[in-house]
C-alpha cells in the first residue's frame, strides 16, 4: 500500500468520514480541460505534473501530483475543477516536537516520509508521517493541526 493510501485512510478516518477509494494513473489528456486548466492556472509553476483519479466519498476526484518550487505537492480536485485538499511533501527535518513525541515513544527511527495537508475547505491542517522504528518496524502516524497525535478510529476504506 503506497503512502499516498495510507495518508488518506488516516486522514478520512481520523476525521471521521467514510471513504471508499481506487487509485486509477491518467495521462493528462484524460483529466477534463476544466481541472487540467484550473491546476496550471493555480500552480504557474508546477512541474512534472502525474494525475491519478479516485474514488472519494462516494465521487470521483482527481489527483495532481507535482513539484513545485522543489518541493513535491499534491492537490486533490472535485469533478467541478475546485481543490478540495492541498498537501506538501516536506524533505528534511521534522519540527522538533514530532521528533520528541517519536523518539520518547518508539525510540530511535528514520524518517520515511512527513506530508501536511489543508482542507480548504475549513483551512485546517493535518500531519502524517511514516517513520521506521528498530522495535515497531514501520508507523504511520498523525497529527491535529496543533501536532497533537490522532488516535486512528475505525473506517471503511478500501483501496485496493
Same mark, same amino acid.
Given at each position: 500500500?503506497?503512502?499516498?493510501?495510507?495518508?488518506?485512510?488516516?486522514?478520512?478516518?481520523?476525521?471521521?468520514?467514510?471513504?471508499?477509494?481506487?487509485?486509477?494513473?491518467?495521462?493528462?489528456?484524460?483529466?477534463?480541460?476544466?481541472?487540467?486548466?484550473?491546476?496550471?492556472?493555480?500552480?504557474?509553476?508546477?512541474?512534472?505534473?502525474?494525475?491519478?483519479?479516485?474514488?472519494?466519498?462516494?465521487?470521483?476526484?482527481?489527483?495532481?501530483?507535482?513539484?513545485?518550487d522543489?518541493?513535491r505537492?499534491?492537490?486533490?480536485?472535485?469533478?467541478?475543477?475546485?481543490?478540495?485538499?492541498?498537501?506538501? !511533501?516536506h524533505?528534511?527535518? =521534522?519540527? @522538533?516536537?514530532?521528533?520528541? &513525541?517519536? +523518539?520518547?515513544?518508539?525510540?530511535?527511527?528514520?524518517?520515511?516520509?512527513?506530508?501536511?495537508?489543508?482542507d480548504?475547505?475549513?483551512? !485546517?491542517?493535518?500531519?502524517? =508521517?511514516? @517513520?521506521?522504528a528498530?522495535? &515497531?518496524? +514501520?508507523?504511520?502516524?498523525?497529527?491535529?493541526?496543533?501536532?497533537?497525535?490522532?488516535?486512528?478510529?475505525?473506517?471503511?476504506?478500501?483501496?485496493?
Open positions: 500500500m503506497s503512502f499516498k493510501s495510507i495518508f488518506l485512510i488516516l486522514f478520512f478516518a481520523c476525521s471521521g468520514v467514510t471513504v471508499f477509494s481506487q487509485e486509477v494513473a491518467l495521462s493528462e489528456d484524460e483529466v477534463p480541460p476544466h481541472i487540467v486548466a484550473r491546476h496550471y492556472a493555480d500552480h504557474q509553476g508546477s512541474l512534472s505534473v502525474s494525475w491519478q483519479q479516485i474514488e472519494m466519498e462516494g465521487a470521483n476526484r482527481f489527483v495532481a501530483a507535482y513539484a513545485e522543489k518541493v505537492r499534491e492537490t486533490i480536485y472535485n469533478k467541478s475543477g475546485r481543490p478540495l485538499f492541498e498537501s506538501t !511533501i524533505e528534511g527535518d =521534522l519540527p @522538533v516536537m514530532l521528533s520528541y &513525541y517519536i +523518539e520518547d515513544r518508539f525510540g530511535k527511527f528514520r524518517l520515511v516520509e512527513f506530508k501536511s495537508t489543508k480548504l475547505s475549513n483551512e !485546517i491542517m493535518r500531519y502524517t =508521517l511514516v @517513520v521506521k528498530k522495535e &515497531y518496524g +514501520e508507523l504511520n502516524l498523525a497529527f491535529d493541526n496543533e501536532m497533537n497525535p490522532i488516535e486512528s478510529r475505525a473506517a471503511l476504506v478500501s483501496y485496493e
